[in-house]
């Protein structure tokens, strides 16, 4: 198996939950006092929320698929992992006014895809 060993043990025991996604590609652990820590991805199935919720989750996603791949890097980087925007300027070395106005626009479209669908409850 792929990947360091709490990463592959992962993968391996959880390969045949269809809620549960570890991506090939991951290699991001964590060690706590009890746990290994390992990045997934949980499948929220379209059936288990409202129609509503499922609305503006699918607007949301669209919002953010129409930006461009280096804006949905920025604002990954920020909303997943809270780096801030010094911390996101070094790492993919740009300057922070660039970084400001990517996140900036990623929210803007996150923004108008919330007041164009139904109602925050």
Known sequence: MPGPPAVALARARWCSDATIFVCPLETE?????????????IAL?????????????????????????????????????????????VLLGMNRRAVRR???TAIACLDRSRDAGAPLT
């Open 29 to 41: 652990f964590t060690l706590g006092p009890d746990a290994a820590f390992v990045r997934a991805w």
């Open 45 to 89: 199935p379209r059936e288990t929320m409202p129609e509503d919720l499922w609305k503006r989750i699918a607007a949301a996603a669209r919002a953010l698929e129409a930006t461009d791949a280096l804006t949905r890097r920025i604002f990954f980087l920020s909303a997943s992992y809270g780096l801030p925007t010094r911390e996101i300027s």
């Open 102 to 104: 990517r996140l900036r």
